[in-house]
């Protein structure tokens, strides 16, 4: 069975540009979750979705970040115009259910200079 | 808000010793859970426990969640268990959401 995948593995941008992040959950699971991790820092929660409803976005960035996951599936993370705090590793995870254990993908890392 | 707080921030050991690792967390939690990371490198979760004690291979996971804390013991430490653990709190509708610490990053010697 396939793990949790996402893409690209790797992005370096200048601030104000935007950048897109793709999460592949593992096929079944209708619930799946983004984390931003900055450097020698615990993941922090950002959105997380139940099949193709968003059930807590409290935590992400309303002004510049966006996050859909339109036919409860796969799963994309957008960042608007990007600033130099949102350099982190952003980890996708899913689950079986809300509330099963959590499987993550090898996340994305991002610079912002 | 929901705080996490992990010791120590880093550890370094020697082949053979043991290691604990505390997780202290500032309110109500459904669980605890135990991952592990490799620089560069996804989370795996290591153990999961509600309250008690919880065994897998040399990994020893103890939560009192009356007293808000757990602890993590690894025995006989080997150079591959070098990396970061870090602890989370379940919380939230249905325990989906996850409260992470800061993380102990060990490096073991040979």
């Known amino acids: 069975e396939a793990g949790v995948t996402q893409s690209p593995r790797y992005a370096v941008l200048q601030e104000g540009q935007a950048v897109s992040f793709w999460c592949d959950p593992i096929?079944?699971?209708?619930?799946l979750y983004w984390y931003q991790q900055p450097r020698d820092q615990g993941p922090q929660l950002l959105v997380y979705?139940?099949?193709?409803?968003?059930?807590?976005n409290s935590q992400l960035p309303s002004d510049r970040f966006s996050a859909v996951r339109p036919k409860g599936t796969n799963s994309t993370l957008k960042i608007q115009s990007a600033k130099q705090g949102d350099t982190a590793t952003y980890l996708c995870?899913?689950?079986?259910?809300?509330?099963?254990?959590?499987?993550f993908g090898p996340g994305t890392r991002l610079t912002v200079l | 808000g929901q705080q996490v707080q992990q010791s120590p921030a880093s550890l370094v050991l020697q082949e053979g010793e043991n290691a604990e690792l505390q997780c202290n967390f500032s309110?109500?939690?459904?669980?605890l859970q135990w991952f592990y990371q490799r620089p560069g490198g996804s989370l795996v979760s290591l153990l999961s426990?509600?309250?008690g004690t919880k065994h897998t291979g040399r990994l020893t996971s103890t939560t009192v969640t009356k007293e808000r804390r757990g602890s993590l013991h690894i025995s006989s430490s080997q150079i591959t268990d070098s990396g970061t653990y870090l602890c989370?709190?379940?919380?939230?509708?249905?325990?989906?959401?996850?409260?992470f610490g800061g993380g102990t990053r060990l490096t073991v010697r040979p």
């Open positions: 995870a899913s689950s079986l259910i809300q509330g099963a254990e959590q499987f």
């Open positions: 426990n509600p309250s």
């Open positions: 096929s079944g699971h209708d619930t």
């Open positions: 309110s109500t939690a459904t669980r």
């Open positions: 979705f139940r099949d193709e409803a968003v059930i807590d």
């Open positions: 989370a709190m379940e919380s939230g509708n249905a325990g989906a959401k996850l409260t």
